[in-house]
């Protein structure tokens, strides 16, 4: 399988699209980073004991106190994981510190310049300094490498401009459309707590949402391939 893999990326290359590769991994990448960070960082935040006797407080009223602590933050989260998602892949698009200043004040927060590089470390450690974060563009390429070696009859490069548009589409409406397909396969308006955590391994499944994109954009605009390509995914990854 590896070698299957390794050969096919051989055979494709990917075309020249109006954003470049890098910046579109820049842009997937700052929309997983939070997630992951924020998840690490209220389970840090649950787990030590708090100072005062807060840790006795009632859990909802707790918990709620660490929102409030987190809410504060968010905006400074949020661009210190835009600017290590630049900086990991548009090194010439980095923000300077001074204009990250101004612009963080420009929405309401206030943080000096050394504020701004500890929330970017603090983000940096949260995440055990790996960035190498797994996002659909990265599945949605090695499975079209696959693709066009199992069928090379399909027009991949075709493919691969549509897969983008399609993948910015679902990622701008990602909460709406896992929220309508969990009605779907729970069958109810109003899914219980216990469905929506097992549910978490679909919505955290890239692979799954590769799958999905390629689908949809050969549905799209190859809709006379779609069989075979159908066919090739169940070929090399039994979906």
Known sequence: EKERITTASCCFCRPEVPLSASRLLSRFTRSFVPPRFMVRRVWDCLATPTAGGAAGDEPASYEDAIFDRLKDNFPLIIFSSVQLANKLFLHSHKIHINAAVLFLRSIGVRASKQTVLESELMVFKGLEFNLNVPNPLTYVEVLLEVLGY??????????????????????????????????VTTQSVSPSREQREKFVTVTEDCMLLGVGVIAVATFICLFQDWEEVRYGFFKCSHF
Request: proline share 6%; hydrophobic share 40%; net charge negative.
């Open 150 to 183: 199992n069928e090379p009859d399909v027009p991949i490069e075709n493919l691969y401009q549509r897969c983008l548009n399609v993948l910015q589409f679902v990622t701008l409406e990602r909460t709406a459309i896992y929220e309508a397909l969990l009605r």
